[in-house]
């Protein structure tokens, strides 16, 4: 089996389809431009039947993006095939995503279709997909919800019409992670070694990263994420977690990508900024408090070695690590901001300057530099002006 996972990117299309997010062309090509960047795989552009907006973008980044495959979504539906086929003819790296649903309540309740008329489909949409474009993946809607068996014939009616990769999305976030390992393990028994299986996985349970990775350990070759982890409802597979974490833990899944990892926090910040979703300061990886560290003992521990309670050097993520000075920060850090700051300190200073510090953050805030230089300028005169031409002031 291969050891390179392909990192498949749907911020612009299931990412998009986030409730009150509607980007412009203009602002998805901007994105798209940052995801060559970061180095993704495919990027998956849109949905161009869905809306002339969708459109546009899908066919904007074929004809701007080079490198990266250009994925466009499509049901098992005339109109939607040849909208998708439109939009990608400018890249010379077309992908078409060709998606039917095969869990019960899916063609019962939406499709009203038999499980026979839903693998003719696929079988016919697959076979259209292929005669346009050689790159074709197909993706069985809510499989985590599908009879097991259904699933299986669903996906090889697939493999013999022309897909060359397989998705099976989790797209209610409902699997548990080892139900859904075992799940990618029996699919993959059944695929021929040339096609690739994906999975797709939604955080409905908060499991999206984990299921992502469990299947990438059942032998899953493509993942296919959001940035930020943005997406329907609770949203997709965070790109950014998952990327890390097989970088990190190379130990446990052997397994490549060609991620720049140095481009992930500026591609989290402009996806929050132009989708207008703010990314949590807890967020694993870009949160802005994933790399900060404000307890006395942890500041100690980071100043002395920062492995002590860093894993992964923030500067490789394109972030910096940033000790926070807070209440429960200790006179370390407080000194290692008024270095950087260039500001000529005593020992009491610090701890006058440490007394006050504790007073303004009470009240869980943090103290900014400008803060702390008002701070050192509220000390007795004396003291300050002994230091103030070290400042050249
Ligand atoms: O969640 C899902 O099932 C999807 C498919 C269209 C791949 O987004
Ligand atoms: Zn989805």
Same mark, same amino acid.
């Given at each position: 089996?291969?050891?390179?996972?392909?990192?498949?990117?749907? &911020?612009?299309?299931?990412?998009?389809?986030?409730?009150? $997010?509607?980007?412009?062309?203009?602002?998805?090509?901007?994105?798209?431009?940052?995801?060559?960047?970061?180095?993704?795989?495919?990027?998956?552009?849109?949905?161009?039947?869905? /809306?002339?907006?969708?459109?546009?973008?899908?066919?904007?980044?074929?004809?701007?993006?080079?490198?990266?495959?250009?994925?466009?979504?499509?049901?098992?539906?005339?109109?939607?095939?040849?909208?998708?086929?439109?939009?990608?003819? @400018?890249?010379?790296?077309?992908?078409?995503?060709?998606?039917?649903?095969?869990?019960?309540?899916?063609?019962?309740?939406?499709?009203?279709?038999? @499980?026979?008329?839903?693998?003719?489909?696929?079988?016919?949409?697959?076979?259209?997909?292929?005669?346009?474009?050689?790159?074709?993946?197909?993706?069985?809607?809510?499989?985590?919800?599908?009879?097991?068996?259904?699933?299986?014939?669903?996906?090889? $009616?697939?493999?013999?019409?022309?897909?060359?990769?397989?998705?099976?999305?989790?797209?209610?976030?409902?699997?548990?992670?080892?139900?859904?390992? +075992?799940?990618? /393990?029996?699919?993959?028994?059944?695929?021929?070694?040339? $096609?690739?299986?994906?999975?797709?996985?939604?955080?409905?349970?908060?499991?999206?990263?984990?299921?992502?990775?469990?299947?990438?350990?059942?032998?899953?070759? +493509?993942?296919?994420?959001?940035?930020?982890?943005?997406?329907?409802?609770?949203?997709?597979?965070?790109?950014?977690?998952?990327?890390?974490?097989?970088?990190?833990?190379?130990?446990?899944?052997?397994? +490549?990508?060609?991620?720049?990892?140095?481009?992930?926090?500026?591609?989290?910040?402009?996806?929050?900024?132009? &989708?207008?979703?703010? $990314?949590?300061?807890?967020?694993?990886?870009?949160?802005?408090?994933?790399?900060?560290?404000? /307890?006395?003992?942890?500041?100690?521990?980071?100043?002395?070695?920062?492995?002590?309670?860093?894993?992964?050097?923030?500067?490789?993520?394109? +972030?910096?690590?940033?000790?926070?000075?807070?209440?429960?920060?200790?006179?370390?850090?407080?000194?290692?901001?008024?270095?950087?700051?260039?500001?000529?300190?005593?020992?009491?200073?610090?701890? #006058?300057? #440490?007394?006050?510090?504790?007073?303004?953050?009470?009240?869980?805030?943090?103290?900014?530099?400008?803060?702390?230089?008002?701070?050192?300028?509220?000390?007795?005169?004396?003291?300050?002006?002994?230091?103030?031409?070290?400042?050249?002031?």
């Amino acid at each position: 089996m291969s050891d390179r996972v392909i990192i498949f990117d749907t &911020t612009l299309r299931d990412g998009e389809q986030s409730p009150r $997010v509607a980007l412009t062309v203009a602002e998805k090509v901007e994105i798209a431009h940052q995801l060559a960047r970061l180095g993704v795989d495919v990027i998956e552009a849109g949905f161009p039947v869905s /809306s002339s907006g969708d459109f546009d973008a899908v066919r904007a980044i074929s004809g701007e993006i080079s490198g990266p495959t250009i994925a466009a979504l499509a049901r098992c539906e005339e109109q939607d095939l040849e909208a998708a086929i439109r939009a990608l003819e @400018p890249t010379a790296h077309a992908r078409l995503h060709v998606f039917i649903a095969t869990s019960p309540v899916h063609m019962e309740a939406k499709l009203k279709l038999k @499980p026979d008329q839903v693998l003719e489909r696929i079988d016919r949409f697959v076979r259209f997909a292929r005669q346009h474009v050689a790159d074709v993946e197909f993706s069985a809607e809510d499989a985590t919800r599908s009879d097991r068996d259904f699933l299986l014939d669903a996906v090889c $009616v697939a493999v013999e019409a022309g897909a060359r990769t397989i998705n099976i999305p989790d797209t209610v976030g409902y699997a548990m992670t080892d139900e859904f390992r +075992q799940l990618i /393990s029996g699919v993959r028994a059944e695929l021929p070694d040339e $096609v690739i299986l994906s999975v797709h996985c939604h955080d409905d349970l908060g499991l999206a990263v984990a299921n992502s990775l469990a299947g990438i350990l059942a032998g899953a070759r +493509q993942v296919e994420v959001a940035v930020n982890g943005i997406g329907e409802r609770a949203g997709n597979a965070a790109l950014e977690e998952v990327g890390v974490a097989l970088a990190a833990r190379r130990d446990v899944f052997d397994v +490549q990508h060609q991620l720049n990892l140095q481009e992930m926090y500026r591609t989290s910040q402009l996806v929050s900024r132009l &989708t207008g979703m703010v $990314v949590q300061p807890n967020k694993a990886i870009v949160g802005a408090n994933a790399f900060r560290h404000e /307890s006395g003992i942890h500041q100690d521990g980071i100043l002395k070695d920062p492995r002590t309670y860093e894993f992964l050097d923030a500067t490789a993520l394109g +972030q910096g690590s940033h000790l926070v000075l807070g209440k429960h920060s200790g006179r370390h850090a407080l000194s290692e901001r008024l270095e950087r700051l260039g500001i000529a300190y005593t020992v009491e200073d610090l701890r #006058q300057m #440490q007394h006050q510090i504790k007073k303004l953050a009470e009240g869980k805030r943090v103290i900014n530099d400008e803060e702390l230089y008002r701070i050192w300028q509220s000390l007795p005169q004396s003291e300050v002006g002994n230091r103030r031409s070290s400042l050249g002031s």
